[in-house]
């Protein structure tokens, strides 16, 4: 806006709600203050209704869940055994409105806190702190999910060894994704920089298809990957949310 | 005939050339020309050594990625023109360069010129023929 010189106090927006991927208190600071709005998060998930689930108030602290329409529990991702009020865990949603495709007790595997405490606001639906972290191994890289599970299967499929690393960071605001990828003998075939320089983009190419991100490759030295108790760590996000 | 060089793979991290060179050292290969090809992310060490076999597994003992690749190998004088001579020999007759590095041997006090070029064959013909020697792997091992 500002790049097209439109005053951003001329526009009258009073708020907006902004979901589908986790933003932190710093990205609410910055809307608001560039904006001139207020920013709210809003949480919903498309197997239920989409967007819709729970909201913020103008408290902007945790987000009240329609419990008209949605019983909300936070279990212990390990035994299935809800957890008090509190205490992180897996957010699972009973749906009471829904047709054709009802939802008991299903498994967002966001990991959140509910809070029954009286809100300042003056609403007394239970409210869920931002998800924090997912129970499977899923990454929201600019609101779209990835598995390691998916960067795998490109690197076989492209005839590589499955020893990669998938670093995710935050610059800008904008979600950046790093994949690392351990060198094997036949990829120095040649031994020229352009050989490699090829793979890379070879590789990045067909994540981009897979994934539709589309990471940066480095090329690493073999077995310079971290592993602990032999079993590979797949995912270092360095993301602060 | 061509002659054979060490590509090293090479992280951009302080102290791995060390350790490379080290392991090398402590299998007692000793090394005559080497150079490295660098990008923002890492770099490729190409080495000429009088023993490929023993070097190469030293290096994939070590953990190291290693490959080996042919290399042609001009003996040139150590005068001013000379390399600007292969240089034409080979512009002339359309052969690409990819990569080279140069290095000055003891003994018979010439230039030796370590080149990676898009044409092989053709290229070995044309120096023969322009008068540059291609290089022997025994002359290497004799260095």
Redesign the interface.
């Known amino acids: 806006m500002r790049d097209m010189g439109i005053d951003p106090s001329s526009i009258r927006l009073r708020a907006g709600f902004f979901g589908a991927e986790p933003w932190t208190e710093e990205m609410r600071q910055q809307i608001q203050t560039l904006l001139g709005v207020k920013a709210y998060d809003i949480y919903g998930l498309s197997e239920t209704c989409g967007p819709g689930v729970a909201f913020e108030c103008t408290e902007q602290n945790g987000m009240h869940i329609n419990e008209d329409f949605f019983y909300a529990e936070v279990i212990d991702p390990q035994t299935g055994k809800p957890l008090p009020d509190g205490e992180y865990g897996e957010l699972v949603f009973t749906c009471f409105a829904k047709q054709a495709l009802p939802l008991i007790r299903y498994r967002t595997r966001d990991i959140c806190a509910l809070s029954r405490e009286k809100c300042a606001c003056g609403r007394t639906f239970v409210k869920m702190t931002k998800p924090r972290g997912r129970s499977d191994d899923m990454l929201i890289i600019r609101g779209i999910n990835v598995f390691p599970s998916q960067v795998e299967s490109v690197l076989l499929s492209l005839g590589m060894q499955p020893n990669y690393l998938l670093e995710v960071d935050r610059v800008n605001n904008l979600d950046t994704l790093t994949i690392k990828i351990e060198m094997t003998p036949d990829m120095l075939v040649g031994g020229t920089v352009r050989g490699l320089e090829a793979i890379e983009r070879r590789v990045a190419s067909a994540m981009q298809s897979t994934l539709n991100i589309s990471p940066k490759i480095k090329l690493v030295e073999p077995k310079s990957l971290p592993r602990s108790e032999g079993k590979a760590t797949r995912v270092i996000d360095k993301r602060k949310i | 005939m061509k002659i054979q060089?060490l590509?090293i793979?090479?992280?951009n991290q302080i102290g791995r050339l060390a350790e490379i060179t080290r392991t090398l050292a402590d299998s007692g290969i000793d090394i005559k020309a080497f150079s490295v090809?660098d990008?923002s992310?890492?770099g490729?060490l190409?080495l000429i050594v009088t023993d490929n076999e023993k070097a190469y597994e030293a290096l994939?003992n070590a953990?190291?990625?290693?490959?080996m690749?042919d290399v042609i190998g001009v003996g040139i004088t150590d005068t001013p023109g000379a390399l600007a001579s292969v240089m034409e020999c080979l512009g002339k007759n359309g052969i690409s360069i990819?990569?080279l590095y140069a290095f000055i041997a003891r003994e018979d006090e010439k230039a030796y010129v370590i080149f990676?070029v898009d044409k092989w064959q053709q290229a070995e013909e044309v120096l023969t023929k322009g008068g540059f020697p291609v290089l022997q792997p025994e002359q290497v091992r004799e260095m």
């Open positions: 060089q590509s793979f090479v992280e090809a990008t992310d890492f490729i190409r994939s953990g190291f990625t290693v490959t690749a990819e990569y990676n």
